[in-house]
């Protein structure tokens, strides 16, 4: 067996050790997943992740790109995804754009918030971070024809505070406003509210500026996250 499938292995049949059938079936029912689920807190996944990444000391980066993958695709219960995100933000030095197409398909199978919102805040920040080239591709992903893309494209700068890319921000929201395609979606209204909130914090003019200049094609709940703390 390969490092990156033991690794995959081993964290498999920790989770599994893990469970706990009665927050499974309450996990699954909060969440509405089709996929059953461990019953296995976050905190737990991070810490088996983290105890599975250190007994494998020369563990490369071919063998943890594979890992992730090997996690996310064979998933049999959420937590695996989970574990997923939680083994690429664990190695968040080996960020880079050549795992975006992995993020991307990540994104459009996960198509949950639970997970779409770790990758886009923690893996997608941390490429972004690393290569403000990949704007290009999140441009894209505002437009794509996935709103769970549209809402990593939202929210993927929402740990950045000053080092905010401004020009994308308003790019990505305003290709999501109310009237677009995805527009309507409370997934998007909300990612929009929680992005705008987050960077009034950093830059409340901005904040306001945004809203007054949009505010005929702005939603209603966007409009009240953005300004939640400035009223």
């Known amino acids: 067996m390969s490092t990156d499938d033991e690794l995959a292995a ?22 509405k997943s089709t996929m059953p689920c461990y019953g296995v807190g976050n905190p737990t996944v991070r810490m088996i992740v983290r105890n599975a990444c250190a007994q494998r000391p020369e563990l490369t980066r071919d063998e943890w790109a594979a890992a992730i993958k090997s996690l996310w695709t064979g998933a049999t219960h959420r937590e695996e995804c989970l574990a997923a995100i939680e083994l690429a933000d664990a190695k968040r030095r080996w960020a880079g754009g050549d795992l975006m197409d992995l993020y991307e398909s990540m994104a459009v199978t996960g198509a949950w918030w639970d997970l779409v919102d770790p990758l886009a805040s923690h893996l997608v920040a941390e490429v972004l971070r690393r290569e403000p080239e990949q704007a ?16 990593v494209a939202i929210c993927c700068q929402l740990r950045f505070g000053s080092d905010t890319d401004t020009d994308l921000l308003a790019e990505v929201i305003v290709a999501n406003l109310f009237d677009t395609k995805f527009g309507t979606s409370f997934f998007i209204r909300k990612a929009i509210g929680w992005a705008l909130r987050e960077y009034a914090q950093v830059d409340p003019g901005w904040v306001r500026g945004f809203v007054d200049s949009h505010s005929d094609r702005l939603a209603t709940l966007s409009r009240r996250e953005a300004l939640r703390h400035l009223n």
């Not at 081993?10 to 059938?21: F, H």
């Not at 999140?138 to 549209?150: G, Q, V």
Request: without cysteine.
């Open 10 to 31: 081993a964290v498999r049949a920790a989770l599994s050790a893990a469970a706990n059938p009665e927050r499974a079936v309450q996990q699954q029912a909060y969440l």
């Open 136 to 151: 290009s591709r999140i441009r894209a992903w505002a437009r794509a024809d996935d709103p769970w893309l549209r809402r």
